[in-house]
T-cell receptor, first 111, second 115 residues
Framework: GQQLNQSPQSMFIQEGEDVSMNCTSSSIFNTWLWYKQDPGEGPVLLIALYKAGELTSNGRLTAQFGITRKDSFLNISASIPSDVGIYFCAGQTSGTYKYIFGTGTRLKVLA | GAVVSQHPSWVICKSGTSVKIECRSLDFQATTMFWYRQFPKQSLMLMATSNEGSKATYEQGVEKDKFLINHASLTLSTLTVTSAHPEDSSFYIC???????????FGSGTRLTVV
């Protein structure tokens, strides 16, 4: 099935550092969602974006809906060990309730 | 908040047997449920979309006779893996669309191991 390209695939960072990841698509999306998944668990919604250019924060997390509607970015500031996990973007096209998921970014934080 | 309860969280079954996975919306009505499969270190792949009271819509390449989906009520959707084989071993996750909300809530997943 269709997937979104997400980068980086994985990253190791030091505690306290800022993290950036992005998601790109060849298709235009109406909605972007960012999820975090811990091992053996279902994804948990972090941030939802509904409008091109929108910038939304949730605590230390900030996400942006790209102006072209084909990409989105997630930033995590001052990372902490519990930020470890896999981060997925998900995009929704118009006329459907289905979401397509990105390939995931695996984040590891070194204390 | 909207909660989707998924059971079982893990199951081991013998090859050739069938396994049923349940997803219940606990405090809202889920007219639409999505079923995903996730292989280790991979992303979530949509298998099918189920709508209450109607037949499920399967994604290309997903065998509808093997993965039976039933969405008989607004709070319960089930996925039955029939005649399971080792290659069906995976993490299966449901997701529900919450009315009045663009958000989609996920269940906690079911790890299926077929031996």
């Amino acid at each position: 099935g269709q997937q979104l390209n997400q980068s980086p695939q994985s990253m190791f960072i030091q505690e306290g550092e800022d993290v950036s990841m992005n998601c790109t698509s060849s298709s235009i999306f109406n909605t972007w969602l960012w999820y975090k998944q811990d091992p053996g668990e279902g994804p948990v919604l972090l941030i939802a974006l509904y409008k091109a250019g929108e910038l939304t924060s949730n605590g230390r997390l900030t996400a942006q809906f790209g102006i072209t509607r084909k990409d989105s970015f997630l930033n995590i500031s001052a990372s902490i060990p519990s930020d470890v996990g896999i981060y997925f973007c998900a995009g929704q096209t118009s006329g459907t309730y289905k979401y397509i998921f990105g390939t995931g970014t695996r984040l590891k934080v070194l204390a | 908040g909207a909660v989707v309860s998924q059971h079982p969280s893990w199951v081991i079954c013998k090859s050739g047997t069938s396994v049923k996975i349940e997803c219940r919306s606990l405090d809202f009505q889920a007219t639409t449920m999505f079923w995903y499969r996730q292989f280790p270190k991979q992303s979530l792949m949509l298998m099918a979309t189920s709508n209450e009271g109607s037949k499920a819509t399967y994604e290309q390449g997903v065998e509808k006779d093997k993965f039976l989906i039933n969405h008989a009520s607004l709070t319960l959707s089930t996925l039955t893996v029939t005649s399971a084989h080792p290659e069906d071993s995976s993490f299966y996750i449901c997701s529900a669309r919450v009315l009045q909300d663009y958000g989609y809530t996920f269940g906690s997943g079911t790890r299926l191991t077929v031996v």
